[in-house]
């Protein structure tokens, strides 16, 4: 089955500095890489995704790389506010595989005043 | 106007009890899951059902059961509760199969915690 690792697990950064949190996959069949923002207290929520057949995307602050090849993806915010600290997921599927989304551990991202 | 909805918020419970979650959506979705989140964050799926037919059936203990009365609610029973179990426990629907790459929607969870 799919295996994803995620890095950082804690990163701490300055209001306004930018943050990159990084993942690894190990099936490379899967094609649908999404990330889910968790605020304390809440349900995971989807605030950007990719598919294999893209490179890169963008939403205002946030945007997402992928490289097939090396098998990782990235989560990037620029321009951080207090209100982006939370937990972040990244997740991997196989697309018409029997196993539903694989997820990292999640990475705690703290935004220092 | 509640999305996902999951009932209780937070559960204390005995060893060796038996308890229930139950879960709503009004989204449509013809999809349900449940995840487990435990004490480290990690969230791993547990079940997952397609118009009340289970899909996935993760490596789960068989005291652990859900029930689809109608696609808008899949239901989570837990029997013999044992301290490992404690978690939070998430409820989410998708428009389409999860396997078919379909934005998940998951409730507020529901903290069970067994002593």
Request: hydrophobic letters at 30%; proline letters at 4%; aromatic letters at 10%.
């Amino acid at each position: 089955g799919e295996n994803v690792e995620q890095h950082p697990s804690t990163l701490s950064v300055q209001e306004g500095d930018s943050a990159v949190i990084k993942c690894t996959y190990s099936d490379s069949a899967s094609n649908y890489f999404p990330w889910y923002k968790q605020e304390l207290g809440k349900g995971p929520q989807l605030i950007i995704d990719i598919r294999s057949n893209v490179g890169e995307k963008k939403d205002q602050r946030i945007a997402v790389t992928l490289n097939k090849t090396a098998k990782h993806f990235s989560l990037h915010i620029t321009e951080t506010q207090p209100e982006d600290s939370a937990v972040y997921f990244c997740a991997a599927i196989t697309g018409g595989g029997a196993d539903g989304l694989t997820f990292g551990k999640g990475t705690h991202l703290i935004i220092q005043p | 106007d509640t999305a996902v909805s999951q009932t209780p918020k937070y559960l204390v419970t005995q060893m060796g009890n038996d308890k229930s979650i139950k879960c709503e959506q009004n989204l449509g979705h013809d999809t349900m899951y449940w995840y487990k989140q435990d004490s480290k964050k990690f969230l791993k799926i547990m079940f997952s059902y397609n118009n009340k037919e289970l899909i996935i059936n993760e490596t789960v203990p068989n005291r652990f059961s859900p029930k689809s009365p109608d696609k808008a609610h899949l239901n989570l029973h837990i029997n013999s509760l044992e301290l490992g179990d404690s978690a939070v426990y998430f409820c989410a629907s998708s428009q389409v199969p999860e396997r078919n790459t379909g934005e998940l929607f998951f409730g507020e969870g529901s903290r069970l915690t067994v002593l």
